[in-house]
């Protein structure tokens, strides 16, 4: 149907009405990504009427499903349908409520450049874009307008995204913008489901707090202190077992010694083995499983333990006091016998009196008569 005006009236305005289909059923190769955009298929007529009518580029339609009251706008994208026949992306069939074939007016219209939208991703999954600014920058290629209250689609890394167009700039009553050859500054709104982190205010660090009387994490054994629970006596590093562990792991030579000859032993000859492909005759070392040392403290989630030895500061009168007690005797207790009685000590009389030896120019005789010494 078309609607003109006589002589110093409106210009002549296009308006028809065709059936709807989605675009999915257009005849000829597929058209995936007329899915996730704005814009329709119409028929060689409808080309026909608007040459003649001089409609102003860009060509934005309005369209209506007068029916349920509703309406939006899109634009052109080829002119290849059959004719009576429309192909709308199935998210537009859902704004208009409209089905497989119910009629829909379509009429010319003129939008204002857009110079704001803001949108409501109707997902979460829309924050696991990247780049959102990019991507809504590339799909809206696709788009020649956009209507307040629309809901439209588009792909991204195999995924399809849900968007909600909640205000647009410049406002009128079509409560429609042209999306083509204009700077748009888009908004976001939060996604629907989206649920603020919780943020507790207080210092940087917290103590976990207990409940029913049990730290968090649960208690790692029902009886006796942490220090027990985890057997950090026979653990730390100042104990004899820690001790004899470090040895262990720093040896070399940690496997008992073997004799080359034994008497009585036979002695086996190893005996030649046929190889076999794919497999080694070497018999691979069995890995050592060392017990010893200091063992990892295994404790619950969220415990900590605070149980290493502290080695108190020391001033300079303990110093002192220890250098004092360096410089004493080691040795100054009284000896044990083996009968279990103190050693008595020795009287005077008992001392050993050093023997005097004889001058070596002085001899002696048989008679005991001393013999004189020779003059030099």
Same mark, same amino acid.
């Given at each position: 149907?078309m609607?003109?005006?006589?002589?110093?009236?409106?210009?002549?305005? #296009?308006?028809?009405?065709?059936?709807c289909?989605?675009s999915?059923?257009?005849?000829g190769?597929?058209r995936?990504?007329v899915d996730?955009?704005?814009?329709? #298929?119409m028929?060689?007529?409808?080309?026909?009427?608007?040459?003649?009518?001089?409609?102003?580029?860009?060509?934005? #339609?309005?369209l209506?499903? &007068?029916?349920?009251?509703?309406?939006?706008?899109? &634009?052109?994208?080829?002119?290849?349908?059959?004719?009576?026949?429309?192909?709308? $992306?199935?998210?537009?069939?859902?704004?208009?409520?409209?089905?497989? &074939?119910?009629?829909l007016?379509?009429?010319?219209?003129?939008l204002?450049? =857009?110079s704001?939208v803001?949108?409501?991703?109707?997902?979460?999954n829309?924050?696991?874009?990247?780049d959102?600014?990019?991507v809504?920058?590339?799909?809206?290629?696709?788009f020649?307008?956009?209507?307040q209250?629309?809901?439209?689609?588009? +792909?991204?890394?195999?995924t399809?995204?849900?968007?909600?167009?909640?205000?647009?700039?410049?406002?009128?009553?079509?409560?429609g913008?042209?999306?083509i050859?204009?700077?748009?500054?888009?908004?976001?709104?939060?996604p629907? &489901?989206?649920?603020? $982190?919780?943020s507790?205010?207080?210092?940087?660090?917290?103590?976990p707090r207990?409940?029913?009387?049990?730290?968090?994490?649960?208690?790692?054994?029902?009886?006796?202190?942490?220090?027990a =629970?985890?057997?950090?006596?026979?653990? +730390?590093?100042?104990?004899s077992? =820690?001790?004899?562990?470090?040895r262990a792991?720093?040896?070399?030579?940690?496997?008992g010694?073997?004799?080359?000859s034994k008497?009585?032993? +036979?002695?086996?000859?190893?005996?030649?083995?046929?190889?076999?492909?794919?497999k080694?005759?070497?018999?691979?070392?069995?890995?050592?499983?060392r017990?010893?040392?200091?063992?990892?403290?295994?404790?619950?989630?969220?415990?900590?333990?605070?149980?290493?030895?502290?080695?108190?500061?020391?001033?300079?009168?303990?110093?002192?006091k220890e250098n004092?007690?360096?410089?004493?005797?080691?040795?100054?207790?009284?000896?044990?016998?083996?009968?279990?009685?103190?050693? @008595?000590? +020795?009287?005077?009389?008992e001392?050993?009196v050093?023997e005097?030896?004889?001058?070596?120019?002085?001899?002696r005789?048989?008679?005991?008569? @001393?013999?004189?010494?020779?003059?030099?």
């Amino acid at each position: 149907m078309m609607q003109n005006r006589g002589m110093g009236g409106r210009p002549k305005r #296009f308006d028809e009405h065709y059936r709807c289909y989605p675009s999915g059923m257009l005849p000829g190769p597929d058209r995936d990504y007329v899915d996730f955009g704005g814009k329709i #298929f119409m028929p060689p007529s409808a080309l026909e009427k608007l040459t003649r009518l001089h409609i102003e580029y860009p060509m934005n #339609f309005e369209l209506i499903n &007068g029916a349920a009251g509703k309406t939006t706008h899109a &634009g052109v994208l080829e002119f290849v349908a059959e004719e009576g026949k429309v192909y709308l $992306p199935p998210w537009m069939m859902d704004t208009l409520l409209v089905e497989m &074939g119910d009629i829909l007016q379509i009429r010319s219209t003129s939008l204002k450049p =857009a110079s704001f939208v803001k949108i409501q991703p109707q997902s979460t999954n829309f924050l696991e874009i990247t780049d959102p600014k990019a991507v809504l920058e590339m799909a809206f290629r696709n788009f020649a307008t956009l209507t307040q209250g629309d809901i439209f689609k588009f +792909k991204y890394n195999e995924t399809i995204y849900e968007v909600a167009v909640l205000e647009v700039k410049p406002t009128s009553e079509k409560m429609g913008v042209s999306m083509i050859e204009t700077d748009v500054s888009v908004d976001f709104a939060p996604p629907l &489901g989206y649920v603020e $982190p919780t943020s507790s205010r207080g210092s940087g660090t917290s103590t976990p707090r207990s409940v029913n009387g049990l730290p968090i994490g649960g208690t790692l054994h029902h009886h006796g202190t942490m220090a027990a =629970a985890i057997n950090y006596d026979a653990i +730390k590093p100042t104990a004899s077992s =820690a001790a004899s562990g470090a040895r262990a792991v720093s040896s070399n030579f940690l496997l008992g010694g073997q004799k080359l000859s034994k008497k009585g032993a +036979k002695v086996t000859t190893p005996q030649a083995s046929t190889p076999v492909a794919g497999k080694s005759t070497n018999t691979p070392p069995q890995p050592l499983r060392r017990t010893n040392g200091p063992q990892p403290l295994r404790l619950a989630p969220n415990r900590l333990f605070f149980g290493y030895d502290v080695k108190p500061f020391k001033t300079q009168a303990d110093k002192d006091k220890e250098n004092a007690e360096a410089l004493q005797p080691h040795f100054a207790g009284q000896g044990q016998t083996l009968r279990g009685g103190a050693v @008595k000590p +020795k009287a005077e009389s008992e001392k050993v009196v050093p023997e005097l030896k004889p001058e070596p120019n002085v001899g002696r005789r048989l008679d005991g008569k @001393k013999v004189p010494g020779k003059n030099p």
